[in-house]
């Protein structure tokens, strides 16, 4: 994880937000595993209004590596201008649909990371199974 030279703004600021973010619902379906998730866009409507009330702001950029995995940055910032950032990658797997499996892992890691970062609980059958109940 890297970090401005400061982040004692940014930390309180992320402090606020997070006492107002409740865990997002459950707005979405994954058939194979039949169970409910929150999709990246119920992450991201719960966690920005309490983000933009006490000046935080996430960025997010996928990359891919140069041993072929690929994988996301998230950013987040204080209008101070400070920031805390990390970054995830993942194997990228070889298939028939490239781009469309790229698409499906850069959206998982930018939810999760997104997640991870406003403090939400994620919980959904695809996560578990790679790290039991939780």
């Known amino acids: 994880m890297k970090t401005s030279e400061a982040i004692n703004e940014l930390a309180d600021a992320l402090a606020q937000a997070q006492g107002e973010i409740a865990n997002p619902e459950k707005n979405a379906q994954n058939p194979h595993y039949k169970s409910d998730y929150a999709d990246l866009a119920g992450v991201l409507s719960t966690i920005r209004p309490a983000f933009a009330a006490v000046g935080l702001s996430l960025i997010q950029s ?31 797997q070889k298939g028939n649909n490239l781009a469309q499996e790229a698409g499906k892992v850069i959206t998982y890691l930018r939810r999760y990371s997104a997640a991870a970062f406003a403090g939400v609980h994620q919980s959904d059958q695809d996560a578990q199974g790679a790290e039991g109940e939780v």
């Open 62 to 92: 996928p990359h891919t590596t140069g041993n072929g995995n690929i994988g996301v940055t998230t950013r987040v910032m204080h209008k101070s201008g400070q920031w805390i950032e990390d970054v995830i990658d993942v194997p990228m």
